[in-house]
């Protein structure tokens, strides 16, 4: 019989997001508490009565009352999803107070495994790895070399950085790669890392159900997944959970693009609200292209859930129509002329530069406003 | 650039149609024709045709095209030193732009075309070539008159001169920035005002000072929240360590391990102790049988020692009274020879004595015979010593009878010496009488005849004269008085100091000196005499002679020869002296041989019962005998019972665990199971603070309040820095247009008045006219030293000096080499019949070199004007 559950990992219930404006502030918080909702449904939708949470299901040892039991009792309210659980490097072991309390106030549905002893599934074994600290400091995975009954399938549960996983720029983990063949798992389930990604054959990160950065391309979501028996390779398909999309928009420009439609070719279309936007343009372009990109991100914003706009990459390029467009002679051409050299000067500061284009901008847009 | 031809294609008016305005020459042309002709439209043309870009669609560049539609089209022909060019452009529809040179080629089409023209007017417009045109609506006079319709008549008549001032201005604007200039700059005074105060701080009510005191007010929830997170985090940790260590106290093996350590302790301390009871009993016994071999040892001992001590007492005894005998013995031998020598040291004394007596007696006959001659002798000289003193008392009262000395006779000497002097000055005053008698006679004065020699007379004196009578000579009062008084009082004093000389007279002084001389030599004579009779003076003399004569009375014949007693005598004290030491030394020895005798005598009874206690003590010798042989029979036994006792309790401490150990270890059990228990129940009491602690602050939610402080903190920086960044651009741009400003207004109005003064001398000689610094503006008119401001001169003079303006401008450019055609569109509408003549006069002086078009509806007026009279063509299209 095939066993069916769906793998998750870093829900970071809590998680405050101070930077940004209370109106989607509120929005993130609550977008990650219904994710116990969504990823019940999700289990349900594909026959799983099993949730596995690879840790970091808390963005904080110590959680708010009110985030801790609106959790617990949305998880209560999934009466028929069992949540199985490893605390990760946020809501480690050491986070007694929160252990203590998931213990005195979690449903039966809900079962914290602190300890790596194999857990039987039902025929299959279920071998966790919970994180004992922050940063523990050694492969807590290796208690997955736990024997279990012969013939059962194997199913890992851990939390952290895989070694070569972040070896480019990043401290590297120490979860071997190839943990799940060296313990005999046939799938190993990860949290962590807050993108969806496969690791190898059997070794999954399900990423974070619901996004919380710009950081990852792939959509939120966790992993359904199917395991037939013993030695069957996993099946693995990736359920989409997430609320509010998180979307790095990049345009690059040159001088003759028309920059209002290029940001408009890169802005989600559809569920604006749902949207947190991050823009940043880069290249060049006219001082005209860029107030109208500036007045166009001022118009398409207020649709969004959050937008940000970075154009401190875009340098303008140096077109006599531009001036014009300020004035075609006298003082303030020659204004308009002066801060462009200046914007221009290799041999300035780059913040004096980066004033004299804007100051810059402002005089065209203030002189588009009253024009010659 | 000279306009040489004008085209307009389907412009307002001329729609469908193409208007022409051709075989423009140099200097002025003028186009003189009524109203509604199209004049302005030609204006507008060509401005379209420089300053609009083809591809412009404004307000302006609509205003071109008629009321039926289509595009307009407009071309000017332009001669520039390189030949004729034609500039065309359409607009709004299918627009484009084209320059054909000289040869009909098209060398530039749309932009490339606009470029040209930007650059045929200079490098990016850098002149105000929009100065050069004046539009029309100068038509209208200001009308006389109260009504409605003068007054709007009037009203507009000034904002047509407004008009053509502000379009002065606007050119000047063009240069400056102008009013666009204002605009943008309020604008960013405004967008900084909003922000930042003058001084470029964050404004109160601003955004910037929102973002930043919302970022210090965030930092300072964030520090007040950080360490109480972080001690969350510690009682995290700590109650973490609590709880394993309870753990570990709590675990039963732990436990029972404490247990057991302390049994076993507490029974190696028993085991230890009983053993030590046992060392203390062995001890015990090994110290019994020690003192009981000890005791017996003494007891033999003693035995033995008691023996000895009566064996030596009764010999001490015995010696004793040997030595008391012989001490008695010599003691009276030695008192013997104490009372001999006593009697020979008195036998010593009684001779000497009598020797001494006798050496006495002959001394004291010696003596006394001796004394009697010295009494005779010391009678002899003590009767000479008395004469002598007599004799000398005698000298001196004598002596002392003269009374004078040395000193008296000085001073009766100098006194005489003094009446003689005073004698002789009397004298030498005084009235001299000399008299000289006749044969026979004798002349006397009191009866003493008077010599021959000069008499000098210092009192009334009274000379007989034999024969005569009687002389009185009276050298009168007023000549001798102070003499005389001086004379008394120096008789006075030889008187005296005769009388202290005993003498009446100096020479009887003088011989009583002599006389007393002679007493005192004798006196002294006698004194010495005496000395030498009596040195110790008369009276010792005396007692010495009353002595002698007491020493004379002992017996006159001596016993016998002090001298051969002396050796005798010598001899018999030697004998006492000796016999006296001797008695002394015999009798200390029969004192101390006594006293010697006496403590053997002591010694011999204290001996004697000595003797009789040692033995008293020591009993009976033979029963003391079997005592002693008794007690030294049995210490061998009590010796080897001695050391199996020593042998026992050697062999039990040798075996003796360390019971102090035992004890500590026994201690440290007791103690690690009370500081576990105690560990224990610390641990417990910690952990329930930490428990309330804990849920006390996870109540909080302090994390998550912390993080979501923390990045409404970051935020609030971030847009702090934005809106400080914001300011930085704004500060800067605003500086970029002062600068610019500056710059234009610096480098136009030089030039400006330098040009414009020679056109304003033609209209007003000796004016000069001046602008303003800040608005640019024609501002003062200055004729005849009389400063008037701009705006209350009249109409006429404010129009025509904004014509003027703008061709001083023209010429600027034309000698910058940059000529620009001037049109006039019905300007000079207000100047009288004079100013327009020298308007004119100043429009041919410029026109010298420049283009000047001049379109007009008031022919009559203009046509003084002189110049070049142009047509227009209008055909269709």
């Known amino acids: ?372 | 650039m000279k306009l040489r031809s004008v085209e307009l294609v389907n412009i307002r008016r001329f729609a469908g149609q193409r208007a022409t305005l051709d075989a423009i020459g140099d200097g002025i042309a003028v186009l003189s024709e009524p109203n509604e002709f199209g004049k302005s439209t030609f204006l507008d043309a060509i401005q379209a045709l420089f300053f609009a870009p083809h591809r412009q669609n404004s307000d302006f560049t609509r205003s071109l095209r008629p009321h039926s539609g289509g595009a307009p089209e407009a071309a000017v022909e332009i001669e520039l030193p390189d030949g004729r060019f034609r500039l065309h452009k359409r607009w709004l529809s299918r627009p484009t732009a084209r320059i054909t040179d000289p040869a009909g080629r098209m060398i530039a089409q749309d932009d490339e075309a606009e470029a040209w023209i930007d650059r045929l007017l200079g490098a990016g417009l850098a002149g105000p070539s929009g100065l050069l045109w004046v539009r029309q609506g100068t038509t209208m006079l200001d009308p006389e008159g109260t009504g409605p319709r003068e007054r709007a008549e009037r009203e507009r008549g000034q904002a047509v001169r407004r008009d053509l001032l502000s379009s002065v201005a606007g050119e000047i604007e063009a240069m400056t920035g102008g009013r666009r200039m204002d605009v943008l700059r309020d604008r960013v005074e405004a967008e900084l005002a909003r922000l930042a105060t003058a001084t470029l701080k964050p404004k109160a009510t601003g955004d910037w000072s929102r973002a930043v005191d919302e970022a210090a007010a965030l930092a300072r929830a964030e520090a007040e929240l950080a360490p109480r997170a972080k001690a969350l985090s510690a009682h995290l940790v700590r109650r973490a360590e609590v709880q394993r260590a309870l753990a570990r106290l709590s675990d039963p093996g732990v436990q029972a391990e404490h247990r057991d350590r302390l049994a076993s302790a507490q029974a190696a301390f028993e085991a230890a102790r009983a053993h030590a009871d046992r060392v203390r009993q062995a001890e015990a016994a090994d110290r019994l049988a020690d003192l009981t071999e000890q005791a017996a040892r003494q007891d033999a001992e003693r035995l033995e020692t008691l023996a000895h001590t009566a064996g030596r007492a009764e010999q001490a005894a015995r010696d004793a009274a040997a030595a008391a005998a012989a001490a008695r013995e010599r003691a009276d031998r030695l008192a013997e020879h104490d009372r001999a020598a006593t009697e020979a040291e008195e036998t010593a004394d009684r001779a000497a004595a009598s020797l001494r007596a006798r050496l006495s007696d002959a001394q004291r006959a010696q003596l006394a015979q001796a004394a009697r001659g010295q009494a005779e002798e010391l009678g002899r000289r003590l009767d000479r010593a008395q004469a002598l003193a007599t004799r000398v008392a005698e000298d001196r009262a004598r002596r002392m009878a003269l009374a004078v000395s040395p000193r008296t006779l000085a001073t009766a000497e100098a006194a005489q010496a003094e009446v003689l002097r005073l004698t002789a000055l009397a004298g030498a005053q005084a009235v001299t009488v000399q008299a000289r008698p006749s044969q026979g006679s004798q002349a006397t004065m009191g009866g003493v005849p008077l010599g021959d020699a000069p008499l000098p007379v210092t009192e009334p004196v009274v000379i007989d004269l034999p024969g005569f009578g009687a002389l009185r000579v009276d050298p009168g009062p007023d000549r001798t008085d102070a003499t005389a008084a001086a004379r008394k009082a120096a008789g006075d004093a030889l008187a005296r100091a005769l009388a202290a000389c005993g003498a009446g007279t100096l020479p009887e002084a003088r011989d009583r000196l002599s006389e007393a001389a002679e007493i005192d030599r004798q006196v002294a004579q006698n004194e010495a005499r005496l000395a030498e009779v009596a040195p110790a003076g008369l009276e010792a003399l005396r007692l010495a002679a009353a002595r002698a004569r007491s020493e004379a009375a002992e017996p006159a014949e001596p016993a016998e020869d002090p001298a051969a007693l002396e050796a005798p005598l010598a001899v018999a004290e030697a004998a006492a002296v000796e016999a006296r030491a001797k008695a002394r030394a015999d009798h200390a020895l029969a004192v101390e041989a006594a006293k010697d005798a006496a403590s053997a005598a002591g010694e011999h009874l204290s001996r004697q019962r000595a003797a009789q206690e040692a033995r008293v003590a020591a009993g009976d010798a033979s029963e003391l005998d079997t005592r002693m042989a008794a007690a030294s029979a049995g210490l061998p036994a009590l010796a080897v019972a001695r050391a199996q006792a020593r042998k026992v309790l050697d062999d039990l401490r040798a075996t003796a665990p360390d019971l102090a150990t035992a004890e500590a270890a026994l201690a440290r059990a007791r103690t690690a199971a009370e500081a576990a228990q105690a560990e224990d129940r610390r641990l417990r009491e910690e952990l329930a603070g930490l428990n309330a602690a804990i849920g006390a602050l996870a109540d909080e939610g302090i994390e998550e309040r912390l993080a979501d402080i923390t990045g409404q903190r970051a935020a609030a920086e971030a847009r702090a820095a934005r809106y400080e960044a914001e300011v930085r651009a704004l500060v800067r741009l605003r500086s970029a247009l002062e600068e610019a400003r500056t710059r234009a207004r610096d480098t136009y109005l030089a030039p400006v008045l330098a040009e414009l003064q020679p056109l304003i001398s033609i209209l007003h000689p000796d004016a000069a006219l001046h602008i303003d610094d800040q608005t640019l503006l024609p501002a003062v008119l200055t004729r005849a030293g009389q400063a008037e401001a701009l705006d209350i001169l009249s109409g006429g003079t404010r129009e025509q000096i904004a014509i003027l303006t703008r061709l001083a401008f023209a010429r600027l450019f034309a000698r910058t080499g940059r000529p620009v055609p001037v049109i006039l569109d019905d300007a000079l509408v207000h100047s009288d019949d004079d100013r327009i003549e020298a308007m004119f006069t100043a429009l041919h002086r410029v026109a010298r070199d420049q283009q000047v078009l001049v379109f007009t509806c008031r022919q009559r007026a203009f046509a003084a004007l002189g110049g070049e009279r142009l047509r227009v063509r209008v055909e269709p299209a």
Not at chain 1, 15 to 32: D, K, M, S
Request: net charge negative; charged share 20%; proline share 8%.
């Open chain 1, 1 to 372: 019989m095939t066993l069916r559950f769906l793998h998750t990992s870093d829900l970071h219930l809590g998680r405050a997001f101070g930077a940004f404006p209370e109106g989607i502030r509120n929005r993130l918080r609550e977008a990650r508490h219904g994710t116990i909702a969504r990823l019940a449904a999700a289990a349900r939708a594909g026959g799983a009565r099993v949730v596995l949470l690879a840790g970091d299901t808390f963005d904080a040892e110590t959680p708010a009352p009110d985030t801790l039991r609106q959790a617990l009792r949305a998880m209560a309210d999934e009466a028929d999803t069992d949540w199985l659980l490893i605390p990760g490097n946020h809501d480690s072991l050491a986070a007694t107070e929160l252990w203590r309390r998931v213990a005195a106030d979690g449903p039966a549905n809900l079962r914290v495994l602190a300890t790596p002893e194999p857990l039987d599934l039902g025929g299959s074994w279920l071998l966790p790895a919970p994180c004992t600290a922050r940063r523990p400091g050694r492969d807590l995975t290796e208690a997955m070399d736990a024997p279990t009954p012969a013939g059962a399938p194997r199913i890992g549960l851990g939390h952290g950085a895989v070694t070569d996983f972040a070896a480019e720029g990043g401290t590297p983990g120490i979860i071997p790669p190839d943990r799940a063949s060296r313990s005999g798992l046939d799938y190993l389930a990860l949290g962590d890392w807050h993108g969806q990604i496969q690791v190898g054959p059997a070794t999954w990160y399900s990423g974070t159900p619901e996004a919380d950065s710009f950081k990852h391309v792939s959509p939120a979501g966790a992993l359904l997944v199917g395991l037939a028996g013993p030695g069957a390779v996993a099946q693995v398909v990736p359920v989409a959970t997430g609320r509010l999309v998180w979307q790095a928009c990049r345009i690059d420009l040159l001088p003759d693009d028309d920059a209002v439609a290029r940001l408009r070719a890169v802005l989600p279309a559809e569920r604006p609200r749902d949207h947190l936007v991050r823009l940043s343009a880069t290249g060049r372009t006219t001082l005209a292209e860029r107030a109208a990109l500036a007045a166009a991100i001022v118009r398409a914003a207020p649709d969004f859930g959050w937008f940000e706009a970075d154009l401190s990459a875009l340098s303008v390029a140096a077109m006599p129509d531009d001036l014009d467009l300020i004035d075609r002679g006298g003082a303030l051409r020659q204004a308009a002329e002066r801060l462009m050299a200046e914007a221009q000067d290799a041999a300035q500061p780059a913040d004096a530069r980066d004033t004299a284009a804007a100051a810059l901008s402002i005089l065209f847009a203030l002189a588009q406003e009253d024009p010659a």
